[in-house]
Nanobody, 122 residues
Framework: QVQLVESGGGLVQAGGSLRLSCAAS????????MGWFRQAPGKEREFVAA????????VYAESVKGRFTISRDNAKNTMYLQMNSLKPEDTAVYYC???????????????WGQGTQVTVSS
């Protein structure tokens, strides 16, 4: 069982940066692949990025590639999403999730946080 809590959201101007954090409880955090999703108003939740348990592999949605960086610190039970060159279309609630593999993460399994709001003004 893993409990996830996101933080770091806020209001930022277009072109700015934010770093989201996802703090996990549970001693098995380091064994899980992790990911970020987002959901804009009136839209379905969409995949943003994922990272393997050992940080060796990452994958990104095309819309954020080159602007966002996913990382994790297993010693701190925390995952991060560094978001640069933010655009108004990045405005959404951002959620972190955990799964046994990156495939399960991308499919929307298994554990979810409550989300943090990111608003990018033009």
């Amino acid at each position: 069982q893993v409990q996830l809590v996101e933080s770091g959201g806020g209001l930022v101007q277009a072109g700015g940066s934010l770093r989201l954090s996802c703090a996990a409880s549970g001693r098995t955090f380091s064994s899980y692949a992790m990911g970020w999703f987002r959901q804009a108003p009136g839209k379905e939740r969409e995949f943003v990025a994922a990272i393997t348990w050992n940080s060796r592999n990452t994958v990104y949605a095309e819309s954020v590639k080159g602007r966002f960086t996913i990382s994790r610190d297993n010693a701190k039970n925390t995952m991060y999403l560094q978001m640069n060159s933010l655009k108004p279309e990045d405005t959404a609630v951002y959620y972190c999730n955990a799964g046994t593999t990156t495939s399960r993460v991308r499919s929307g399994a298994d554990y979810w946080g409550q989300g943090t709001q990111v608003t990018v003004s033009s």
